[in-house]
Antibody, heavy 121, light 107 residues
Framework: QVQLVQSGAEVKKPGASVKLSCKAS????????MHWVRQVPGQRPEWMGW????????KYSQNFEGRLTIRRNPSASTVYMELSSLRSEDTAVYYC??????????????WGLGTLVTVSS | EIVLTQSPGTLSLSPGGRATLSCRAS???????LAWYQQKPGQAPRLLIY???NRATGIPDRFSGSGSMTDFSLTISRLEPEDFAVYYC?????????FGGGTKVEI
């Protein structure tokens, strides 16, 4: 079965960077795109960016341009998300989510459990 | 970007009741790119409906989606105790993908 296993919670100081991982299993990694979505508790999810696992092509939300990098390691079936210049407003739960492709209207059919990132001095 | 507005913000119902949730888009979008998710406290969102009206794998048939252009809805025909949660609509017709503000279905 499809599983997305995310790395553990992080506590960072303002100005630092955080790198999260998302290990996929149960499907052919290179055949799907992976998105990163974050959610401040009580607020709507916010799309951050995506990577096409096969080619490595990426697209980022303008809200994170210049601070966000998404990479993948096909041999490890793992996607990484790095966010730099952290500020308190970046405190949120960060999810990786697989895009289901054309057959699923490009919706996000599988999600990781999420990683809590806390930014505090 | 496309803004999705959900209503009502909160829906107070009883088990066995019928819930109708609305999602309105700021511009017309192809129904193929409208999805609904359920989220319970401390959990990730779960895909319920894609393409406006198609149930995802394993989703019970009491969940149904409909709509087109700018107006979409999610109906839960007979609320079960496990259905009390927050529901989000999401579009991917235009980038960036955006989510609605959510409707909380509470007892």
């Amino acid at each position: 079965q499809v599983q997305l296993v995310q790395s553990g919670a992080e506590v960072k100081k303002p100005g630092a960077s955080v790198k999260l991982s998302c290990k996929a299993s149960g499907y052919t990694f290179s055949n799907y795109a992976m998105h990163w979505v974050r959610q401040v508790p009580g607020q709507r999810p916010e799309w951050m960016g995506w990577i096409i696992a096969g080619s490595g092509d990426t697209k980022y939300s303008q809200n994170f341009e210049g601070r966000l990098t998404i990479r993948r390691n096909p041999s490890a079936s793992t996607v990484y998300m790095e966010l730099s210049s952290l500020r308190s407003e970046d405190t949120a739960v960060y999810y990786c989510a697989r895009e289901g492709g054309y057959a699923y209207g490009y919706s996000f059919d599988y999600w990781g459990l999420g990683t809590l990132v806390t930014v505090s001095s | 970007e496309i803004v999705l507005t959900q209503s009502p913000g909160t829906l107070s119902l009883s088990p066995g009741g019928r819930a109708t949730l609305s999602c309105r888009a700021s511009q017309s979008l192809t129904s193929s790119y409208l999805a609904w998710y359920q989220q319970k406290p401390g959990q990730a969102p779960r895909l319920l409906i894609y393409g406006a009206s198609n149930r995802a794998t394993g989703i019970p048939d009491r969940f149904s989606g409909s709509g087109s252009m700018t107006d979409f809805s999610l109906t839960i025909s007979r609320l079960e105790p496990e259905d009390f949660a927050v529901y989000y609509c999401q579009q991917y017709f235009n980038s960036p993908p955006t989510f609605g503000g959510g409707t909380k279905v509470e007892i």
